[in-house]
């Protein structure tokens, strides 16, 4: 078990380009989930040998969970009998407005070492469109907090290729978050996909999404203003300065075998991937029940296995543009 992802599917809202597999709800059912994922982690640990090399807590939203019950994961992963490195990169996802000062010492006091923080934006009026529970000002709070917390390695998402009336000016936010000196930037083009508020905006004409062609300009003035900042792109949507890839993620994107806990979380063994119950209740019941949370299992053949190694090689390594 050298890479482990837990998957935390709680959110406050949905924000309207997401399809992913979360559960929205106003009270947290922090005790009940850390019960299930620490049942869970005791039905793997056991067919699991290696030392851990990264641990990513991400969603969802984990930065909704209590501090003590990010506390208990962490701690209880960290097990000696997990034969952890003191070298681990322990990654969590968080969202600005729950980065306080509070907060952020006692991530570090658990072990976190690395924060991916959700900014998205830092356009008030796209990110009300997104619906996300912050605002730009958030952004930069988050990230002092974490620095004075001692979280140095933080890792910052944005999406491009935004709907045109929406007028973002894309090489601003680009700009601002570099002001913010983060180790990594995550960058993701919007996408439409079924069964989200985009779609159904989309449906009705409501909104549309850019072309090819401005989706590439947007793509490639982000590798121009990130690179003359200093962040070179290791993978197709990730940028870094020196010594600050995502371990983790580099993980998934090589090959390498990972273990998944929480719903909808998947596992890969270099042969089979698995991929747990979707529903957080369903997840929990069939844990409470003794039961695997496992629902379906693909067992690659040689053909699909290479046809991943290819597709993935077009993602990492590094790509070298020159435009």
Known sequence: MHHLYVHVPFCRRRCSYCDFSIAVRKRIPARE???????????????????????????????????????????????????????????????????????????RESGVNRVSLGAQSFDDRVLKWMHRPHDAARIGHAVRALRAAGIDNISLDLIFALPAELERDWARDLDLACSLLP????????TVEERTPLARWVSRGATSVPNDDRYAEEYLLAHRRLAARGYAFYEVSNAARDGHRSRHNSAYW??????????????????????NTAAWEAYRRALAAGRSPVD????????????????????????????
């Open 33 to 107: 989930y850390v019960e299930a994922v620490l049942q869970e982690l005791a039905l793997v640990r056991d067919s699991s040998d290696g030392a851990l090399e990264t641990l990513y807590l991400g969603g969802g939203t984990p930065s909704l969970l209590p501090p003590e019950a990010i506390d208990t994961l962490v701690r209880s992963i960290r097990n000696p009998q997990s034969a952890i490195r003191n070298d681990v990169e322990v990654t969590l996802e968080a969202n600005p407005e729950d980065v306080t000062p509070d907060n952020a010492r006692a991530w």
């Open 183 to 190: 180790a990594h930037l995550s960058l993701y083009g919007l």
């Open 254 to 275: 090589s090959g390498r075998a990972y273990v998944g806990l929480g719903p909808a979380a998947h596992s890969f063994d270099g042969r089979a991937r698995r991929w």
């Open 296 to 323: 379906s299992e693909e067992v690659l053949t040689d053909a699909q296995r290479e046809l991943e190694r290819v597709y993935l090689g077009c993602r990492y390594p590094p790509i070298r543009l020159t435009a």
